[in-house]
């Protein structure tokens, strides 16, 4: 390994760890010429992954922004960095694992999807709203209505007409829904 400082190609292992949660190895070194001491990571190299878009067009995978996607879907809902970066980590992870190196974004979403139900039921809307592309209040009930525990299972029809009155109320910001309100 290469000295940072002096660019002597020798030097010895002073110390190694497990670093990243055993996903990497934290080294502790010293150069043979200059008696300095410096820090290296052994990591493992993946293969890229490939992620079909949904209009067919093919991207490498790009972990900030499927990390930026799941902060948003958070939003300022107070939940660590590290959570965050772990759930990453995992989606990551499972991906990684698999023995196909092309995946759909379609595929990517729910995953972040089963993780978010588990963590965050408004982290979960949010980012269903804008993966499934919702276009009505309509489509927000119904994704709420999966929410709810077995024994709820039929959909609660007060609150769904209190959101589409509220929708009819306000036409000019919701015009494609005015006809879901005549529904219940």
Excluded: W
Aim: proline share 5%; glycine share 4%; with cysteine.
């Amino acid at each position: 390994m290469q000295c940072p400082l002096c660019q002597h190609t020798d030097s010895r292992v002073l110390e190694s760890r497990s670093a990243e949660g055993g996903r990497s190895v934290r080294r502790r070194r010293e150069c043979l010429k200059c008696n300095r001491r410096f820090t290296t990571y052994e990591r493992i190299e993946y293969v890229p992954i490939t992620v079909i878009k949904r209009d067919g067009q093919r991207e490498p995978f790009d972990r900030s922004k499927l990390l930026r996607g799941i902060v948003t879907a958070f939003g300022k809902n107070g939940i660590a960095n590290i959570r965050v970066e772990a759930l990453v980590d995992e989606i990551e992870a499972e991906l990684q694992q698999r023995a196909l190196r092309e995946v759909t974004s379609a595929e990517i979403g729910e995953a972040v999807l089963q993780n978010l139900k588990e963590l965050s039921e408004v982290a979960y809307v949010r980012f269903a709203s804008v993966y499934r592309q919702f276009q009505s209040i309509r489509d927000f009930v119904d994704e709420l209505n999966t929410l709810k525990p077995p024994h709820h299972s039929s959909p609660d029809p007060t609150a769904a007409q209190e959101l589409l009155a509220t929708e009819a109320a306000f036409p000019e910001r919701h015009p494609e829904s005015s006809l879901l309100v005549n529904q219940f």
